[in-house]
C-alpha cells in the first residue's frame, strides 16, 4: 500500500511540475529552470529506485539497468518544458540518482525500509514545494499578480497525511496478520 502511494504521488506530482513550469517557463530564468529540474531529477529518481529496489530484491544489475530506463523517462518529462539542456542536465541527474537510490535500497535491511520511504516521500515533497513556490514567486514578481501558495500548500499536506496513515495502516497489517508462523508460536506459548 505504501509502495502504490509513494509511487502515485511521485508520478502525479512529476506530471503537475511538468505542466506547471511548461505553462509558465517564460517568468523562470535558465539557472532557475535548471537548478529547478536538477533538484527535482534527483529526488525523484532516488525516491523511484528506491520503490523498485523493494520490489527486486537480491537484482541489483537488473534493477540499476530498470531504474535507470524508468528514470529517464521521469527525468525527460522534468526537463521538457526547459529546452533541450535542461533535459540532458536532468537525464545526467536521474542517472545518479537511479544508481544511488538502487544501491540504497538492495542494502537497507528489512526493518529500515518503511522508514528510508517514508523518508524520501517527505524529502521529494519538499523539494517539490521548493520549487513550486519558486515557480510561483517568480510569477508574481513578473505579472504583479497571483493566487497565493495556500492550495498547493494545503494538497503537499494531504499528500503527507495520505503518506502517514499508509505507513501506519502497512505497519499495523503487519504487526498483526502478516507472519502466520510468528503468530502460530505465540498462542504456542501461551502469550
Known amino acids: 500500500m505504501l509502495l502504490l502511494t509513494s509511487f502515485m504521488i511521485v508520478v502525479a506530482y512529476t506530471i503537475y511540475f511538468s505542466k506547471n513550469a511548461h505553462l509558465k517557463k517564460d517568468h523562470i530564468g535558465v539557472g532557475l529552470g535548471k537548478c529547478m529540474v536538477m533538484m527535482l531529477s534527483m529526488t525523484t529518481s532516488l525516491t523511484l529506485s528506491l520503490m523498485l529496489s523493494f520490489l527486486m530484491p537480491g537484482k541489483l544489475a537488473v ?96 499528500s503527507i497525511i495520505i503518506i502517514g496513515t499508509s505507513t501506519v495502516w502497512e505497519g499495523d497489517y503487519f504487526k498483526v496478520g502478516g507472519d502466520s508462523k510468528m503468530d502460530m508460536q505465540h498462542h504456542q506459548h501461551g502469550g
Open 63 to 158: 534493477l540499476t539497468v530498470l531504474a535507470i530506463a524508468i528514470c529517464a523517462v521521469a527525468g525527460f518529462i522534468i526537463g521538457r518544458p526547459f529546452g533541450l539542456t535542461a533535459v540532458m542536465e536532468s537525464l545526467s541527474t536521474t542517472l545518479m540518482g537511479a544508481m544511488m537510490g538502487a544501491m540504497l535500497g538492495v542494502m537497507l535491511p528489512l526493518d529500515s525500509q518503511t522508514f528510508m520511504l517514508v523518508s524520501m516521500d517527505l524529502i521529494y515533497l519538499c523539494s517539490i514545494f521548493f520549487v513550486t513556490f519558486y515557480i510561483k514567486r517568480e510569477e508574481v514578481k513578473e505579472t504583479k499578480s497571483g493566487r497565493g501558495i495556500a492550495p498547493f500548500f494545503l494538497t503537499l499536506l494531504f
